[in-house]
């Protein structure tokens, strides 16, 4: 059986490998925004990562006419009320660098003895006439004093998973996707995934013009 075909709407290369990295015993080929050049880009302005996640999804749908899956996910910190939240990705600056971001989560977390925090991960699968599915996971952890670690991307180097004794910049893709937010939305969206593609065909055929029977009934 041939591949099908997964778009995702990203640029960020950290998530797309764990997206691989979860689907690589599955038919399925991942392309991102990285393989399709310069096609325009989704305002992320949502007060939240669903809606961050819808727009990029639908957005992207529209523009290429087929459907797409988009990710959207953050870091929430209790100490700085949620912070840096649906801005982690530019938290220091609109094209921030992870190192910049993280030095200045450092530097906000300076003396806070409360170093909770969690990752959100939101995946929106959406076709081009609007509707989407969505999937969410999170993962609890703690904010370290240092950065350790070379793995991952963002914040891993920051952030600490009690029950593995380890950031998730010290873990391989596989361990960090077998316990982070991603994974955990991302395992949602496999074991639906059947149904995911039933309910992506039903969309599709729903938004046909009604008499364009010519190719499959004759
Ligand atoms: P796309 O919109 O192109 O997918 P992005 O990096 O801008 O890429 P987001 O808007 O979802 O993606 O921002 C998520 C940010 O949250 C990301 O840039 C990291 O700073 C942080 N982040 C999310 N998941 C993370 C993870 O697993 N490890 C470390 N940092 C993470």
């Not at 992207?60 to 912070?83: M, N, R």
């Not at 801005?87 to 170093?115: F, P, Q, V």
């Amino acid at each position: 059986m041939g591949k099908i075909l997964m778009v995702l709407a990203t640029r960020n290369k950290g998530k797309l490998a764990e997206f691989r990295e979860m689907f690589k015993d599955f038919p399925v080929e991942i392309k991102s925004l990285l393989d399709f050049g310069s096609i325009p880009q989704a305002e992320e302005d949502g007060e939240t990562f669903d809606d961050n996640a819808y727009k990029k999804a639908s957005f992207t749908a529209k523009v290429l006419g087929i459907p797409v899956v988009a990710e959207d996910s953050g870091l929430v910190t209790e100490a700085l009320d949620g912070a840096p939240g649906v801005y982690s990705a530019r938290y220091a600056g609109e094209h921030a660098t992870d190192k910049e971001n993280i030095a200045k989560l450092l530097k906000e977390m300076k003396g806070e003895t409360n170093r909770a925090a969690y990752f959100v991960s939101v995946i929106s699968v959406a076709v081009p006439s609007g509707p989407a599915l969505t999937y969410e996971g999170r993962c609890e952890g703690l904010i370290a004093e240092t950065p350790s670690g070379e793995n991952g991307f963002g914040y891993d180097p920051l952030f600490y998973y009690p029950p593995l004794k380890k950031t998730f910049a010290e873990m391989s893709i596989k361990e960090k996707n077998a316990v982070s937010h991603r994974g955990k939305a991302l395992a949602e969206l496999k074991q639906e995934f059947d149904k995911i593609l039933t309910w992506i065909k039903q969309r599709l055929a729903e938004t046909k013009p009604p008499c364009d029977h010519h190719d499959h009934d004759h």
